[in-house]
């Protein structure tokens, strides 16, 4: 241990003097610089900047630091054997990656000559080759931008669909605080969104081909609901129709047609309103409004609610079912003569219905091979006995929702559970699942368009899709010497000729793949804006 005074531990060793290299090899370091046996990476500029009593005296040298200074001519060999091995391993691995390349171009040559297409190549020059050439490209760039721009609008949410988010939160906001605060009021709000939205529906099913579905009973349902409540208050046989039809086949449709609370889809928003608002107005009008006013403005509803239990306007199951069969019918047979007769031959042709419609959505299960096994003839008849069968059985327990407060707004709690469930379900694994559909859709298009793999957002070594392994970009890698050379083709401008061969080189783009031509690994293709780029493991870059 050294005598306090002499030296301290950070006393440096002239004689011993090294340096690590970034390479891990051990180097000399200069006379003049402070660099100890522990690798410290202090400097001192020149010896005689040294405090001369910081060095151990001659008399306490020993063996180990003279013998240590006697290893540095072999450390400097080490160091030139190193370093001429790593460059020996750069100029291996750049000629390696340019003749992959270079045969990989020649065998893109190869098949397009056997495929009996015009070659451009080394110093021939074509124009038909050209001229094609010229066509492919932008062939390309048309198919690429029209696929990029259909993802992009798979993935942006629009204006409408923000618009359509923003309304639906309100709308359940505002619908709450009125059943809460002002229910005698929530018809109109509820009168006033059916003003909005059916119009808009109407012209979108108009526009996509589904206007036959606006001849559903749901629609139905809601043009019976405005006429009790605006023209016909008094009817007490229209209210009761309306009621039974809207707490039994409309609210039950919520399940059947998986009705689903998605906020951004103004379709689902508007589908789910045609079911679940007319049973949550009559709730209202039913079960909140005062006495008072219920007699004073619906006084069908005063009548049947207030009435003896003995009294015929006391309806009962019976009586509601058979005054709910009555606009069914109606309905039904409207229905089939002016849609499935007079339409047959646009059904036919591929216009869809809810007949349609379901018998395709439950062609797998017990009661849709049940239709099918009569003959078509027979089985749109078939159909409507079955719905009718359906409309009966949702109507069993209306007599419970119209006299029971309690029981009425537990069955549109349940309903409403069930459609923000179906909504959480779309959310998490419709949407997610569709993308992903898209994303594979997307790419099968490109495959079949220009023959190349699926499209990756990098390459499988972990670099970006624009750079090689050491961060050269596209078209810069090349080979000493004039060996050759490899680059990027972009879609839009013209290729860079290099070696006289630069169409045959972006031949490669009619496949999207170029061969390996030593160890067979397998390359992916870099789809991006006008742009293909093959990105091999060993990061060699061919087009």
Not at 68 to 87: C, S, T
Not at 104 to 123: D, F, L, Q, T
Not at 485 to 496: E, N, Q, S, W
Request: proline share 5%; glycine share 8%.
């Amino acid at each position: 241990m050294p005598t306090p005074g002499l030296f301290d531990e950070s006393a440096q060793d002239y004689l011993s003097a090294r340096v690590h290299s970034s390479s891990g090899l051990d180097t000399p370091g200069s006379p003049g610089s402070n660099l100890s046996r522990s690798g410290s990476s202090s400097d001192l500029s020149t010896f005689d900047s040294l405090n001369q009593d910081a060095f151990p005296p001659v008399d306490r040298l020993t063996i180990f630091d003279i013998l240590e200074n006697f290893a540095l001519p072999q450390r400097l060999e080490r160091m030139q054997h190193a370093i001429h091995d790593n460059a020996e391993k750069l100029r291996r691995q750049r000629a390696k990656l340019a003749n992959k390349a270079l045969a990989g171009k020649n065998n893109i040559v190869e098949k397009w000559k056997k495929s009996g297409a015009p070659v451009v190549g080394a110093g021939v020059s074509s124009a038909v080759g050209e001229e094609q050439l010229d066509k492919y490209r932008r062939r390309m760039r048309v198919s690429v931008e029209r696929l990029n721009k259909r993802w992009s609008a798979a993935r942006t949410p629009t204006m409408q669909e923000k618009i359509s988010f923003v309304t639906a939160v309100l709308n359940i906001f505002i619908s709450g605080y009125l059943i809460g605060g002002h229910p005698e009021y929530f018809h109109y709000w509820y009168t006033i969104q059916l003003a909005y939205f059916m119009p808009v529906r109407w012209y979108k099913y108009h526009q996509i081909g589904y206007h036959y579905f606006l001849a559903d009973l749901c629609y139905f349902v809601n043009l019976l609901l405005i006429l009790s409540i605006w023209f016909f208050p008094q009817s007490k046989r229209l209210f009761i129709s309306t009621y039974c039809l809207a707490f039994g086949n409309n609210a039950v449709a919520i399940a059947m047609w998986r009705n689903s609370l998605v906020f951004h889809s103004l379709d689902k928003v508007t589908s789910l309103f045609i079911h679940i608002m007319p049973c949550a107005t009559l709730h209202a009008l039913v079960h909140l409004i005062p006495a008072e006013l219920q007699a004073s403005k619906f006084p069908a509803i005063y009548t049947i609610k207030y009435s003896l239990p003995s009294a015929p306007e006391h309806y009962h199951l019976r009586a509601m079912v058979v005054w709910a069969t009555l606009p069914y019918a109606i309905w039904q047979l409207s229905y089939h003569f002016l849609i499935t007769v007079r339409k047959r031959s646009k059904i036919a042709a591929g216009r869809p219905t809810s007949f349609t419609w379901l018998r395709k959505s439950y062609s797998a299960n017990f009661l849709g091979k049940f239709v099918l096994s009569f003959p078509e003839s027979a089985q749109e008849p078939v159909f409507m006995a079955i719905q009718y069968s359906y409309a009966l059985l949702t109507m069993l327990p209306c007599p419970l929702w119209f006299w029971y407060r309690w029981a009425s707004a537990g069955f549109l709690l349940a309903i409403f559970t069930w459609a923000s469930w179906n909504g959480a379900t779309y959310y998490i694994d419709v949407f997610g699942r569709r993308m992903e559909k898209e994303l594979a859709q997307l790419r099968k298009e490109v495959e079949s368009r220009g023959g190349i793999k699926s499209p990756e957002m990098s390459g499988q070594d972990g670099t970006g899709a624009f750079t090689s392994p050491v961060g050269s970009p596209i078209g810069m890698m090349g080979q000493e010497g004039g060996v050759g050379k490899t680059t990027g083709l972009d879609l839009g401008p013209a290729a860079t000729a290099l070696d006289g061969a630069a169409a045959a080189t972006a031949a490669g783009h009619r496949r999207g793949v170029s061969e390996s031509s030593g160890d067979g690994e397998k390359e992916t293709t870099q789809v991006t804006e006008g742009l293909t780029v093959v990105n091999g493991q060993d990061g060699k870059k061919a087009v």
